[in-house]
């Protein structure tokens, strides 16, 4: 299939017309936002090919590749930085993916909306909006010359060319979308005012687009938010269509009757939503990945699978009705998110066969692959029996796991490290295998990396499937903590556990890994490891016509590889860690590869 968002265009008058001014004025928009405008529009020579950018995942597939060739496996080792954009100091858009169309870029962070001469680097206009932060995000969404950004709990309209807000969306152009969703399900819970950050709701990844509608998902699972939400609003007015609970919490939510059991009798909180949500229009579906519940390491109170937290889950999108899920970790005491993905592709089989299919992938290092009109699973996915036994009080661990088989009924090759090979002696005891219920009085040192916010990519020309995966390991133990029970974990995100036990350990990780998949067969095709610093998000990748996938790394690397073998063809040094996906655009004819490093936007092409 053709990319949905790659088009070829010849430019605007509009676009001409401020061009040719040599910029736009500085002047303050109304009411909540200031927009300063500070550089000119890039001139756009008629006629000449335009490829852009417009979407997270570029596709509605979620596919990342572009059809892109100037840049290829010949030319990739002439690459060149063009120009660099220095972030503002306290903006946080170091997993940003930023967005191109029509030669400017876009991208956000806290409080502010950027937009970037794409050519040269130079700033267009910045949007400042007033009363607004926020956390973590994986860049904004564009879609008929409005740019959709989030900030926590709030969806903000701006207009592409002028950078001011939309006043028809929302309150003057800002929706507070998370509150209004929360009280469009739960009135009697949720009154009018409520405001969903109050409890730790928030967005973290850019939302999906169709035929007028914003598909938007909500995190974090860590802020014990009573179910992720995925919310599907009008795209000009933000009024709410209707809303999915992933953790059901009444007899009214979509799906009750299948996830009510699943539960015990604590709380029923988690399955926030990290990712950008996938669409198969032709069978009017949306997918989308859950992550853990909560609390993550202690599943005493909610005894059962926890449905419908870590899945991956396909909604009709037009009424938000639930058409198949699949848990890919049943009862998840490892914090073990599902939260890679969803990509989408069509591939025909070795009978000559059209599959139509959907891949996700976690923190497990397993990649998960179904028919996505069913959830089907393509090859066996084997119940498969692990340990049960812990000293956690109440814990009753589930006594089995969904394990991805290949097409030749051998277990799949997993894309990291699920189990810690030491060299030394002494620390191997304590190593245990993927699955190991934790202990109160013992250090386990386990696998803890897997596939973290990195997107995966598929190339459409060889049919492969590119996951971006990261052995780590972590030192563990389960303590109380007041009436409660927490984890202990060494250098991680817990306080706790054998700092020196994880130094050791560090001698051998972390590193990132990128795999190639058959996705039919199931079948790995190519294994690179790469460098890394920490346990945190990862870059995902970008594949191109081009036959290339370029993938960031930790250490400031932005590498490329040949996408039929994994030959190394490309690498650069930026000297800061890269941990924002990488994109492809052209404009006048130019293809431009550029990613984020730290707090810099790098922009390259061939000389």
């Known amino acids: ?95 940003v993916t930023p967005l191109v169309v029509d030669g400017v870029m876009y991208l956000h962070g806290g409080n502010a909306v950027f937009a970037v001469n794409a050519v040269t680097g130079e700033s267009v206009w910045t949007l400042e909006i007033d009363g607004l932060s926020g956390g973590t ?68 990844s850019s939302p999906a687009y169709h035929d007028g509608t914003l598909y938007v998902g909500s995190a974090i699972s860590e802020g014990n938010i009573p179910g992720g939400l995925v919310v599907a609003a009008d795209a000009i007015t933000g009024d709410i269509k209707w809303v999915f609970n992933t953790v059901p919490q009444r007899p009214q939510d979509e799906g009750w009757e299948v996830a009510d059991p699943t539960w015990g009798y604590g709380k029923r909180v988690g399955g926030g939503i990290w990712t950008q949500p996938a669409i198969d229009t032709a069978l009017g579906l949306v997918y989308f990945n859950t992550a853990n519940p909560m609390p993550p390491y202690d599943g005493s109170a909610r005894v059962g699978k926890n449905l419908f937290t870590n899945s991956t889950i396909a909604l009709d999108f037009e009424t938000g009705a639930l058409r198949w899920y699949f848990q890919t970790i049943h009862h998840d005491l490892w914090d073990w998110d599902n939260i890679t993905g969803p990509t989408l592709f069509d591939v025909t089989d070795k009978n000559g066969e059209m599959v139509k299919g959907v891949a996700a992938a976690g923190k497990n290092c397993l990649l998960y692959l179904w028919h996505r009109e069913t959830g089907e699973p393509i090859n066996p996915i084997v119940e498969t029996p692990v340990e049960t036994k812990t000293n956690v009080p109440g814990e009753v661990v589930y006594p089995t796991q969904p394990i991805p088989y290949n097409a030749r009924g051998v277990q799949m090759t997993p894309f990291c490290a699920t189990y810690l090979d030491l060299d030394d002696p002494e620390l191997q005891k304590q190593a245990r295998p993927m699955y190991w219920p934790y202990s109160t009085d013992e250090h386990f040192l386990v696998a803890h990396g897997g596939s973290s916010f990195g997107p995966p990519s598929f190339s459409q020309r060889t049919g492969l499937l ?127 590869v550029a990613v984020i490093a730290s707090s810099t936007v790098l922009a390259f092409a061939l000389p």
Not at 58 to 78: F, K, M, P, S
């Open 1 to 95: 299939m053709k990319s949905p968002a790659r088009r070829r265009v010849l430019v605007a008058a509009m676009a001409l017309s401020l061009a040719a001014t040599g910029g736009l004025q500085s002047v303050d928009a109304e009411q909540q936002g200031r927009t300063t405008r500070t550089g000119a529009l890039p001139t756009i020579t008629v006629g000449s090919q335009q490829t852009n950018w417009a979407s997270h995942n570029l596709d509605l597939y979620n596919q990342r590749y572009a059809e892109l060739d100037q840049i290829n496996a010949a030319t990739v080792g002439q690459l060149q930085r063009r120009w660099a954009f220095n972030i503002p100091a306290g903006i946080n858009a170091r997993q």
């Open 137 to 204: 995000v994986r860049g904004p969404l564009y879609v008929d010359g409005t740019i959709y950004s989030y900030h926590d709990d709030k969806l903000v309209a701006t207009n592409a060319q002028t950078g001011e807000l939309v006043e028809a969306f929302g309150d003057g152009g800002i929706l507070p979308v998370l509150s209004l969703a929360l009280q469009h399900q739960y009135p009697d819970s949720y009154p009018p005012g409520f405001d969903a950050s109050s409890i730790r709701y928030r967005i973290n």
């Open 466 to 592: 590119y996951v971006t995966g990261k052995n780590a390991g972590v030192s563990l133990l389960v303590k109380p903590v007041g009436d409660s029970l927490e984890l202990g974990k060494g250098g991680g995100h817990v306080p706790g556990g054998d700092i020196d036990e994880l130094n050791r350990v560090s001698e051998y990780q972390p590193s990132m890994t990128l795999t190639a998949y058959e996705p039919v067969s199931g079948e790995d095709v190519w294994h690179q490891v790469l460098p890394a610093l920490t346990f945190g998000a990862s870059s995902g990748s970008v594949a191109t016509a081009g036959d290339l996938i370029f993938q960031g790394t930790e250490n400031g690397g932005l590498y490329a590889f040949h996408a039929e073998t994994g030959e190394q063809l490309f690498h650069y040094d930026g000297g800061r860690t890269i941990q924002s996906s990488p994109l492809t655009y052209e404009v006048n004819g130019t293809q431009y």
